[in-house]
């Protein structure tokens, strides 16, 4: 079947700009969950979704970083005045399971280059 | 804040060699996984070890996890060009994965 998927696949953005990063997970994946991978390193937890329920998002940099998913299927990470360190890659990935403990299903992540 | 640390950094070995990467981590875990990361196809779970295992296989995967030392190690058997990637351990918290920083592997043909 149909597995994660993210747009765009790459994003250039001006400083100051807002940006939205949009994730579809897997049909009936109740757990959403969000990542930001700077270059050369594993990816970092930003925020988690149980279905509509924003549950975590303790690892959202700032308050220019928000996240949605008001029906609980497609998601929406919202950048807001991009600042040049928000360049990275941004991975959602979704599971089966109500928690985070067992495996989760990546997208292929969005590049965002804040120039 | 990443929990996990791969060793080797980067690793570069001939095609039908065996590849061995290890993971340490800081606190107790629910479960211990590594994900492959490439190009092509993203990261990709390849095996879960459960904190009461000590060894587990998938094809040409093996993994073993010691608790007592909290560490974990990967080893691939028989390697292939198609095994080029980036190899991360991951722990499970509340509603997370922390991941290390990776073992980038390169198979020369």
């Known amino acids: 079947g149909a597995g994660v998927s993210q747009s765009p696949r790459y994003k250039v953005a001006k400083r100051g700009q807002d940006v939205a990063l949009r994730c579809d997970p897997i049909s009936g994946h109740v757990s959403l969950f969000w990542y930001q991978q700077a270059l050369g390193q594993g990816p970092e937890f930003l925020t988690y979704f149980q279905n509509e329920a924003q549950l975590d998002k303790s690892g959202l940099p700032s308050d220019r970083f928000f996240a949605e998913r008001p029906e609980g299927s497609v998601s929406t990470l919202k950048i807001q005045r991009t600042q040049q360190e928000d360049s990275a890659v941004y991975l959602c990935?979704?599971?089966?399971?109500?928690?985070?403990?067992?495996?989760?299903?990546f997208g292929p992540g969005t590049r965002l280059t804040v120039t | 804040s990443q929990q996990g640390e791969e060793d080797p950094q980067a690793l570069s070995i001939q095609e039908g060699e065996n590849a061995t990467m290890n993971c340490s981590y800081k606190?107790?875990?629910?479960?211990l996984q590594w994900y492959r990361q490439n190009s092509g196809r993203g990261l990709v779970h390849l095996i879960l070890?459960?904190?009461?295992?000590r060894e587990k296989h998938s094809g040409r995967l093996r993994v073993t996890l010691d608790t007592s030392k909290k560490s974990s190690s990967l080893l691939i058997t028989a390697s292939r060009a198609a095994d080029t990637a980036s190899y991360f351990c991951a722990t499970p918290h509340r509603y997370q994965l922390t991941f290390g920083k990776g073992t980038k592997l390169s198979v020369i043909p």
């Open positions: 990935a979704s599971s089966p399971y109500r928690v985070g403990t067992y495996e989760q299903y």
């Open positions: 606190t107790s875990i629910n479960n």
């Open positions: 070890i459960r904190s009461n295992e």
